[in-house]
């Protein structure tokens, strides 16, 4: 069973920066696909990035491109979300996921139902 723990999150002015991780452990995911959902109150959550295996393909939603850069160790066991100029329209849970899924599916891998695993989410609340 895969477990997936983020942490990073915190306050923060608009403007400022944080850098979540999100650490796998006990399976197979840490060579597969990962990925970062938010979950802003009384909102669905939504795709932020993607990261698959190898570390060098990334995707992110629009909303976020330019100022977010995701990441992932050598070992690949752990991902990051360096978050930067961030808005208080940034603020929700963000969470970690993963699949046991093999092959690169960009389209798919932007969905929550792609995912088998999932963390318990960080809080990052901007202040304006």
């Known amino acids: 069973q895969v477990q997936l723990v983020e942490s990073g999150g915190g306050l923060v002015q608009a403007g400022g920066s944080l850098r979540l991780s999100c650490a796998a452990s006990?399976?197979?995911?840490?060579?597969?696909?990962m990925a970062w959902f938010r979950q802003a109150p009384g909102k669905e959550r939504e795709f932020v990035s993607v990261i698959f295996r190898g570390g060098d393909d990334t995707y992110y939603s629009d909303s976020v491109k330019g100022r977010f850069t995701v990441s992932r160790d050598n070992v690949g066991n752990t991902i990051f979300l360096q978050m930067n100029s961030l808005k208080p329209e940034d603020t929700a849970i963000y969470y970690c996921a993963t699949t046991s899924r093999a092959g690169h599916w960009i389209v798919a891998s932007m969905t929550t139902r792609f995912y088998d695993y999932w963390g318990q989410g960080t809080q990052v609340t901007v202040s304006s």
């Open positions: 006990g399976g197979a995911s840490s060579a597969g696909t």
